[in-house]
């Protein structure tokens, strides 16, 4: 069974900081790409960030400088490293996987495969 399992969410305050992990079971992440989205209440899910399987990144402007993704193909996971956290960044976030392709290629019409999601809140 194909799965994908989110972890690492919480609470933290701002400038903060917090670690996401995307797990896999049943297949192997390191031959997709990943992407990281996010679904704040009354918005629409964007992405956040991606890494494809050649390791090429992606970052949405909003969290440039401050959020970083990885691999660790030891454990089949993806981390979201967030530092500097913002009021803004709470969302819940999701993990997903896929072959995009194209400039648009982080984007939520081109990964099919995704997590449940965990709540990341930032807030005093």
């Known amino acids: 069974q194909v799965q994908l399992v989110e972890s690492g969410g919480g609470l933290v305050q701002p400038g903060g900081s917090l670690r996401l992990s995307c797990t896999a079971s049943?297949?192997?992440?390191?031959?997709?790409?990943i992407g990281w989205f996010r679904q704040a209440p009354g918005k629409e899910r964007e992405g956040v960030s991606c890494?494809?399987?050649?390791?090429?990144?992606y970052y949405a402007d909003s969290v440039k400088g401050r959020f970083t993704i990885s691999r660790d193909n030891a454990k089949n996971t993806v981390h979201l490293q967030m530092n500097s956290l913002k009021p803004e960044d709470t969302a819940v976030y999701y993990c997903?996987?896929?072959?995009?392709?194209?400039?648009?290629?982080?984007?939520?019409?081109?990964?099919?495969?995704w997590g449940q999601g965990t709540q990341v809140t930032v807030s005093s």
């Open positions: 997903a996987a896929d072959w995009p392709y194209g400039s648009s290629w982080c984007s939520t019409a081109e990964f099919g495969s």
């Open positions: 049943g297949f192997t992440l390191n031959s997709y790409a």
């Open positions: 890494i494809s399987s050649s390791d090429d990144t």
